[in-house]
């Protein structure tokens, strides 16, 4: 049986949305541990509810009444009302609206979505100003060891110093990431078949029922062969050409299947960042998947568990106010890459190369080091591995990724 574990998120939510008297819009892929964070938050109250819309009881309430869902105050603390995937209600948005202007009494309102929950906030009812929102992503390696959060400037300074001890646990977790991937269900029970089973089902709920009440598709089978091809494209700019060729579809249609595909959490794009980057690519995006566990190629896999913690970081110290944090690859016209690059305010703040058993400085540095106003990058590799080498003014450290990663979220 999985057991319930405390999620990063918790403090944010607590102490920047519920403290200043908002809602907490939680949004994230299914089963990454939306419900677990929303009951563990629930556990700590002396009174609340959770209602999901899949629950007939809970929509026949909501229609007729839906103040009538508030939970009423018990003891000293503020009661907690969880509404889990209210976004599929059509008129959602007025309906929360009223109950959250007209509470009689105070209490914190947690939504949580497997949808992106801003596509659902289009439209003339507004709830601007009365929520803060949160994207929740599946485990990393700091969050496996329940470090907790630290703010960027923080875990760079850390990470660059190697202020924390080598952990010989760090590469076993990371090799088990890589064999059952991120999310909590198949990572906790560690069983290669179940986490196939999980896999398979998983990708048949975001399919058949997630990308149904989207975008209300016929093409699903489709849709199906485009994402069994996904996998062995991860980590190069990705030719929506070719995939038409593929699947014998057009452009237009490609393009909309993706995106819908972004909106459910199943795979998330980086675009390559052109700024000041003579001859960059401007277009072609490189595409990764959230659970990365079904994907052939190691290095490939390898890069995209390290995509998901760069995003992960940037998500959270964007999301809890550090800043305006973005995830971008760099590559010019001549086919010379460094994998990402973070980007803080609009200003490149962290480039990282990934090399999977390689622990020499790559070459792209020499171009790329003298392009960017960045003191400090990272060259992440599969090994036991932690030096420091200089190119021009930028400090490049090589380390080990079970270890590096660590310092992060």
């Known amino acids: 049986m999985v057991t319930m574990r405390r999620r990063y998120l918790s403090p944010a939510v607590t102490n920047l949305a519920f403290a200043g008297k908002k809602m907490a819009f939680v949004s994230g892929p299914r089963q990454c541990g939306k419900t677990t964070l ?3 938050l629930l556990k700590h109250r002396e009174a609340g509810a959770y209602h999901n819309w899949d629950d007939v009881a809970f929509r026949r309430l909501w229609a007729k009444q839906p103040s009538a869902a ?3 105050p018990e003891g000293k603390t503020r009661p907690l009302l969880i509404l889990d995937e209210l976004h599929k209600h059509r008129r959602w948005k007025r309906s929360l609206k009223g109950v959250f202007d007209t509470l009689t009494a105070p209490c914190d309102i947690l939504v949580t979505g497997s949808a992106r929950l801003g596509i659902y906030m289009r439209g003339s009812d507004s709830l601007l100003g009365r929520y803060v929102s949160f994207r929740l992503h599946p485990f990393t390696l700091r969050e ?5 959060a630290t703010a960027p400037d923080e875990a760079i300074e850390r990470l660059f110093s190697r202020s924390e001890p080598r952990r010989r646990s760090c590469q076993k977790r990371l090799d088990a990431l890589m064999t059952y991937g991120p999310f909590p269900e198949p990572y906790l029970a560690q069983h290669e078949r179940k986490a196939r089973i999980w896999r398979r089902h998983r990708e048949q709920l975001v399919i058949r029922e997630d990308l149904r009440d989207l975008s209300r598709l016929p093409e699903l089978g489709r849709i199906e062969m485009m994402t069994s091809l996904i996998p062995t494209r991860v980590g190069s ?3 929506t ?3 038409c060729e593929d699947l ?6 490609i393009k909309r299947w993706m995106h819908y595909l972004q909106e459910l959490y199943y795979i998330f794009e980086l675009k390559p960042y052109s700024k000041k980057i003579p001859r960059s690519l401007k277009r072609e995006g490189k595409v990764y998947l959230w659970d990365y566990s079904g994907i052939p190629d190691k290095a490939a896999r390898f890069e995209n568990l390290v995509a998901s913690h760069l995003l992960k970081a940037c998500h959270y110290w964007t999301d809890t106010g550090e800043g305006t944090f973005e995830l971008f690859y760099l590559r010019n016209k001549q086919k010379q890459e460094i994998d990402f690059l973070i980007v803080r305010d609009g200003v490149p703040w962290l480039p990282v190369e990934v090399k999977y058993s390689d622990t020499a400085t790559s070459s792209n540095w020499k171009r790329f080091a003298k392009l960017l106003p960045c003191k400090r990058a990272l060259q992440l590799v599969n090994a036991r591995y932690w ?3 200089t190119v021009g003014d930028c400090q490049i450290l090589v380390a080990s990724a079970s270890e590096a990663l660590d310092y992060l979220i």
């Open 38 to 40: 929303a009951k563990m």
């Open 70 to 72: 508030v939970p009423k």
């Open 144 to 148: 496996i060891r329940d470090a907790g």
């Open 237 to 239: 700019p990705f030719s």
């Open 241 to 243: 050409k070719a995939m």
């Open 248 to 253: 014998e579809a057009n452009f237009n249609t």
């Open 387 to 389: 030096k420091l080498h």
